[in-house]
């Protein structure tokens, strides 16, 4: 489930699944998105998103992902909050994989526990992730780490997420919080418009319009069902690339 604890004017939105290691599904999403937009509707200021347990997201449930709506779910979530008019804090205190990065990047600030990790092995499954995360990514942590991410399929810990700009600051979802307060108490038009202006990096006017068509073809691939067939059947995948 997703539970909301308030402090103050700060609120705090965890991912608490930790039975699945905080997975990802419809209906997680689904519940999230309205977390998040309650939070802004009732004047927090500042939002921290954190998983439960050990792991801040584990990413899309695999046994989910292939469903009708998942990828709707999941991207209504994320632009609503990378469009929430306050900051948004994601404590990463464990692994962030695939949809789990893209949540944390979704996200104005990433506090990164020693024990994240940050990883989007769309490759090895047949998987894609869209043009605005893709853009997001490299306006984040540059293209090299973009690259290293989605090509070579690497995983950083927390001290390279750091050096990268992946993370902002290693510690703790105290941590977190402690800086969601500290922020709440700033001017929230300056946040505000802070926040809008910076948004300005990921949305490109000159993008190719055929990448967004790539992407679609990704997920209706046979790669696509047969990365669903390998899972079923415990082994690994076979992609032809068509």
């Known amino acids: 489930m997703i539970t909301v604890t308030e402090h103050g004017d700060i609120a ?3 991912l608490d699944r930790h039975e699945k290691r905080n997975a990802l599904d419809v209906a997680h999403l689904t519940q999230l998105t309205t977390a998040v937009e ?4 009732s004047g927090r200021r500042a939002l921290v998103i954190s998983g439960a347990g050990s792991t801040f997201s584990a990413g899309a449930d695999l046994g989910g992902v292939y469903s009708d709506g998942f990828r709707a779910a999941l991207y209504t979530a994320l632009h609503v909050i990378s469009e929430a008019p ?10 962030a994989i695939g949809a789990g990065t893209q949540l ?23 998987l894609a992730v869209d043009p605005w995360t893709i853009r997001r990514l490299a306006a984040l942590a540059g293209g090299a780490t973009a690259r ?3 090509l070579a399929c690497d995983t950083l810990d927390a001290t390279m997420a750091l050096t990268r700009g992946l993370a902002d600051r290693v510690g703790t979802t105290e941590d977190a919080r402690a800086l969601a307060h500290e922020i709440a108490s700033y001017a929230p038009l300056s946040l505000r418009y802070s926040k809008r202006a910076l948004q300005t990096l990921t949305e490109f006017d000159t993008w190719d319009d055929r990448l967004d ?3 679609d073809d990704c997920w209706t691939s046979d790669d696509f069902a047969e990365s669903r067939v390998a899972r079923a059947e415990n082994r690994l995948p076979k992609f032809v690339g068509k």
């Open 104 to 126: 944390a990047i979704a996200c104005d600030l990433r506090i990164a526990a020693p024990t994240a990790r940050f990883a989007i092995p769309t490759a090895r499954n047949g």
């Open 148 to 150: 290293a991410l989605l």
């Open 213 to 215: 068509d790539e992407f």
């Open 38 to 41: 309650e939070c802004v509707s």
């Open 12 to 14: 705090e939105v965890t």
């Open 86 to 95: 306050v900051p948004v804090i994601a404590a990463v205190n464990g692994p």
